[in-house]
């Protein structure tokens, strides 16, 4: 895939932002200020959902950039939304290495006076409006889009499967991984497949394709080829959480084994004899260094590594066997090839 | 204001549910469980908001009962989302006298063997995730109204105003009552009116206008009646918050003064000489119901309650010259009439 930045939607984004805060200092610094904290949120990102849209958009033969971009802006928007309300879940305080919204303004809570509770208050209440504008942002930029009303409204079924489905994905998220239950690969799977691949690889691809005015085959083909990648993706992601370089990945190599988290690896670790031992200290928040280095060793010796590679690249051969099948411009499948061949290296 | 529900909106709001059940029940049985919980959360409201668009509508010559049906679910289903994400930022678990989603999240938990973190965790993700679903969804069935583009467009615009101007107000009012600042009237009543009155009275009378094909000055009228019998409510609640009989209002005489909450009341307080007493206890947690009695035996002599009713009133009479001055339909002059009469009395 492209490298190259579509600065028109960098450019769109500005713009959306830079209307809100004006709108938004009519009502007192602290909403400009909020608006400013969820344009900080959303600049940060690799912009990966809008380079998808614009990639099957003009793969396809789309020419009207404007019309896209507001496409690829409302994905980005969508994705801004759910990781601030992720945090919220979460109760994190950073994200991309920086103070997120709730840290910020906690931070102002507290330059004004507010001690603790107060400042807890004020951040949580930050990122949840922050969250739920970016929400409605990107639902608008699709619902004001000039297009017929068909294809408005296929485009309207993609953003709501996007949704519904996050919300299916993040909730069974935080479900396993707060009860004590035995990791199962094909729920891991499911799990990543509903959080993360389908609103940030299906519906990004599948809308560009029908806001090129694709038929059908080749829009199911894409959201397929998306799903299966995403999924790649995601399994490379956990890997990472794991085994990945701290510098690199931008959080610690323990955290995801402090949650418990449930991946690839430990439902694979799960099927071992390995297992009792692992079990016992995963999702232990008091987990150490040491006592993290030692999981890894055993999460690598059970063969639950492996097996988590062998995954991620079943799911890009499955990808690259949707590619091969459908009937697309060559430049489309090349670069599409190329996000498949990336998320099979980041698994490795 | 008619009383008659309008069984149109129930049943749609059914559809709408019964829809997202079974596409959820997909997803597993929790998510299923979410989504009932999002129903029953929206099925306990008084329709005020669907009443509005309804009476706007059909006030004005509108016919199409289907079509303002998918316009009234949609600000009852912004109201659903409002609601709660509000409690999720007051951290509340009771909503109408009955356990709210996080709350029903969280023994769900407890019923699968998870401790009171775990559990605290499911309550959190169920409410931001079903708050997300129903603004989610307020967006969409305007999104997807089969009017003409124009009309559709003028929709969208009072939508996004109704979140927009919310999360100003909702945000300035946990921002207020969280540092040690003075309550000043006008910072009160411009709360109101962000946080309640656009979303709850000025949008959904105009969007009923726009949608009957009403003129502009005619949408601005009722625009501006809303805004203002929604400040008039308002300052009733505020005053029921504090001197109403919990048994009626459903909530604790003691909470809005142990919160710190500032008020119609409490702005007046502050400019007399009675205000040090009653802020030295204000927002005061382990505010006890004896504490209490005296709060409000001192906010009725320092003449606060007085000052707040006839602020309402106020409201109440600039909003009747906006009827008188609109050209307007008996019928509807009259049921509006009525409702600016109930926001009148509701204060007294």
New interface residues.
């Given amino acids: 895939m492209t490298d190259v930045l579509d600065s028109a939607v960098d450019d769109g984004l500005r713009a959306v932002f830079a209307d809100?805060r004006v709108?938004?200092g009519q009502?007192?610094a602290?909403?400009a200020a909020?608006w400013e904290s969820l344009e900080q949120q959303s600049a940060g990102g690799k912009r990966i959902r809008p380079q998808l849209v614009n990639a099957a958009y003009f793969g396809l033969g789309g020419t009207d950039r404007s019309l896209v971009t507001r496409v690829a802006i409302s994905f980005e928007l969508l994705h801004t939304?759910f990781l601030i309300?992720d945090d919220?879940?979460d109760r994190d305080t950073v994200r991309r290495g920086a103070p997120n919204i709730a840290a910020q303004f906690a931070g102002r809570?507290r330059d004004?006076?507010?001690g603790d509770r107060?400042s807890a208050?004020?951040g949580?209440?930050?990122a949840?409006?922050a969250?739920?504008?970016a929400?409605?942002r990107a639902?608008?930029e699709?619902?004001?889009l000039?297009v017929d009303?068909d294809r408005?409204?296929a485009l309207?079924d993609i953003l709501?499967r996007a949704?519904?489905?996050s919300?299916?994905?993040?909730?069974?998220d935080?479900?396993h991984a707060?009860?004590?239950e035995t990791p199962r690969v094909d729920r891991v799977l499911a799990t990543l497949e509903?959080k993360t691949a389908v609103y940030s690889f299906e519906c990004p691809l599948a809308a560009g394709a029908v806001l090129a005015g694709a038929d059908g085959a080749t829009v199911d083909a894409l959201a397929r080829f998306g799903r299966l990648v995403g999924v790649a993706f995601q399994i490379a992601d956990d890997i990472l959480g794991v085994f990945g370089d701290p510098a690199v990945t931008g959080k610690s190599a323990a955290s995801d084994l402090r949650e418990g988290k449930q991946t690839a690896l430990t439902a694979h670790a799960a099927t071992t004899d390995a297992w009792p031992a692992i079990s016992a200290r995963l999702g232990d928040p008091e987990l150490d260094d040491g006592a993290a280095h030692l999981m890894r060793v055993a999460l690598r010796e059970c063969g639950a590594l492996d097996a988590a590679r062998r995954l991620a690249d079943e799911h890009v051969t499955l990808a690259r066997l949707e590619l091969d099948a459908a009937h697309l411009p060559e430049a489309l499948r090349a670069e599409l090839g190329e996000l498949a061949q990336h998320a099979a290296e980041r698994a490795r």
């Avoid at 919300?167 to 069974?172: F, R």
């Fill in positions: 809100a709108r938004a009502y007192g602290h909403y909020l939304a309300h919220v879940i809570a004004h006076g507010a107060v208050t004020w949580e209440t930050a949840v409006l969250g739920d504008l929400l409605s639902h608008r699709i619902a004001t000039a009303d408005r409204a309207l709501d949704v519904f489905v919300a299916a994905g993040e909730l069974a935080v479900v707060g009860i004590p509903q």
